[in-house]
């Protein structure tokens, strides 16, 4: 049985995916977002499907029941994964084995503190969860890409029967041979939802993303650390419109809006964090993770920064 932790844009999409190819699975929701899937089942949309499906769904970890076949799928922000792995391993115990369906290279470690079996997975999934009980998926036919490997612990069979569930579900599921690399370069990619939030979607390919990414490799490059940015799969993910509504912004983005808090300390404070390790400085990414804490400090200055100005106040002297 899986239990999908998270009913956000990725652990709604996957729960609901799941519940449709007939696998066994239990969501893990809070609040509104528990009492109208509970109620009126988990509403799915994706550029050729609008469906309701009947996921079942708990609204606490202790209503969690530890079994031989549980496999937990952490779907939360990275702010989120110590304090729900301390609860999990309460109720569930250090053996079960846990994936990390997340953005950033942290949630891995911080799991292991706590379970014996942990599992990776980078996500390239165009989502949204744009109100309780309700998600979307925007890109079709392939719905997202998921990439798995060992953290540590595991075997090599629960990890192929991982792959395979999903695949069953209706992504794109593989085994990577390195799958932290892969998800370091996913790490390289996410340092642009910084500047989303702060200078609005239309800057994300621009020169404070493409400068915020170079620093980043420099600070991979100099710490060792090995990177895959452009995984052969992930070509396959093709954002296509809603009702002819595109996706807008990303998971960071959207977090903004909803009120929330954001993991970009765990993005570009990543390489803050790796530079400083290193002996270096990270002046792009250090002063972007401190502008999104301004504007979850001031939300209505959403996307209101000008990419220029924001470039050259944060360019090294």
């Known amino acids: 049985m899986y239990v999908v932790c998270g009913a956000g844009a990725i652990g709604g999409v996957v729960a609901a995916k799941l519940a449709l190819a007939g696998l066994d699975v239990t969501l893990l929701a809070r609040g509104a977002n528990y009492e109208r899937i509970r ?15 009947e996921v079942p769904t708990v609204p606490a970890i202790r209503q969690l029941r530890p079994g031989p076949d549980v496999v937990v799928l952490l779907a939360v922000k990275s702010q989120d994964t110590f304090g729900l792995a301390q609860e999990l391993v309460a109720t569930l115990g250090a053996d079960c084995p846990v994936a990390c369906l997340q953005n950033g290279v942290d949630n891995e470690r911080t799991v292991a503190r706590f379970f014996d079996n942990v599992y990776a997975t980078s996500v390239m999934a165009p989502n949204a969860h744009p109100r309780p009980g309700e998600f979307e998926a925007y890109a079709a036919p392939v719905m997202g890409v998921l990439e798995h490997g060992r953290y540590c612990g595991g075997s090599a069979a629960q990890l192929a029967a991982l792959a395979a569930d999903l695949g069953t579900a209706g992504f794109e599921s593989r085994v990577a041979p390195d799958v932290m690399a892969v998800k370091y370069g996913k790490l390289l990619k996410n340092l642009g939802n910084a500047v989303e939030v702060i200078c609005g979607p239309a800057a994300r ?7 915020a990414q170079d620093e980043g490799r420099r600070c991979l490059d100099g710490a060792g650390i090995r990177y895959e940015e452009q995984s052969r799969w992930s ?7 809603i009702d002819g509504r595109d996706r807008v912004g990303s998971s960071t983005w959207q977090s903004v809006q909803q009120g929330g808090s954001t993991e970009t300390a765990y993005l570009n404070g990543e390489i803050a964090m790796i530079a400083r390790r290193t002996g270096t400085r990270a002046p792009i990414n250090s002063e972007l993770q401190r502008l999104v804490t301004a504007v979850v400090a001031r ?14 106040r944060c360019r090294p002297a």
């Open 39 to 53: 109620t009126a089942g988990a509403r799915l949309r994706t550029p050729t499907e609008d469906v309701v499906v």
């Open 235 to 241: 070509s396959l993910v093709k954002p296509q419109a």
């Open 205 to 211: 390919g621009g020169p404070l993303t493409e400068a």
């Open 299 to 312: 939300p209505d200055t959403l996307g209101s920064y000008d990419e220029q100005e924001v470039l050259a």
